[in-house]
């Protein structure tokens, strides 16, 4: 259930930011975990993650990447060849099929560039508002918010809105900061999702912002046995 707390939108915003800067202080190097050079390989490699790891997209990519250069190259890829570089993603064919179509269509309608507008990305197929935002915020610095599981998850148990739709969370979260914070502020909400406000154990005991988060004790408030929930698996 989406917490409900009392307070003034000028509170909620004050308490929104000061969350934000001390979550800030606990990733500083909060950043986008699939790896890319270019605009195409991130869009390629956002579409890959789908139901998988960032972990596990980076062991692929290089090779795919390596193979299928440009949009022109991967749209005339033979599937059966890019299906065995992509099977450890899991749904490799369906991803296959993607990538492919993904590419054409960049190709077709692009002239094989990554177009660095959101009414255009979202018109590419397999590409929603959350993938563009990434590829906005990651490779073109256009500053964008991404919508994902634990941005939804977490922003409603800090009470920072109560809406469920991630076009209506993105607008609602995007109120209460500066555009230039977006990327930032999304990368910095996932990795606390993933390493400490789990969906099922947030480890509370051990958060930076337990005084500001009406969610506290929703999860493990013993700080020793917090510390122990804690997942760490990418940090320098
Ligand atoms: S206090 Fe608990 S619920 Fe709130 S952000 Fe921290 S870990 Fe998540």
Known sequence: MPMVIDETPLARKRRARKM????????????????????????????????????????????????????????????????????????????????????QALVERFDGEVPPRLRDLVTLPGVGRKTANVVLGNAFDVPGLTVDTHFGRLVRRFGWTEETDPVK??????????????????????????????ARRPACGACPVTRLCPAYGDGETDPAKAARLLKYELAP
């Open 169 to 198: 969370v993105e607008h609602a979260v995007g109120e209460l900061f500066e555009r230039k914070d977006w990327t930032m502020l999304s990368h910095v909400l996932i990795f606390h999702g993933r390493r400490t406000c789990h």
């Open 20 to 103: 934000y800067r001390l979550l800030h202080e606990r990733y500083p190097y909060a950043h986008a975990e699939l790896d890319f050079e270019t605009p195409l390989q991130l869009l390629v490699a956002t579409v890959l993650s789908a139901q998988t790891t960032d972990v596990t997209v980076n062991k692929v990519t290089p090779t795919l990447f390596a193979r299928y250069p440009s949009a022109l190259d991967l749209a005339a890829a033979e599937p059966a060849e890019m299906e065995e570089i992509l099977r450890p993603t899991g749904f490799y064919k369906a991803k296959t099929r993607s990538v492919i179509g993904l590419a």
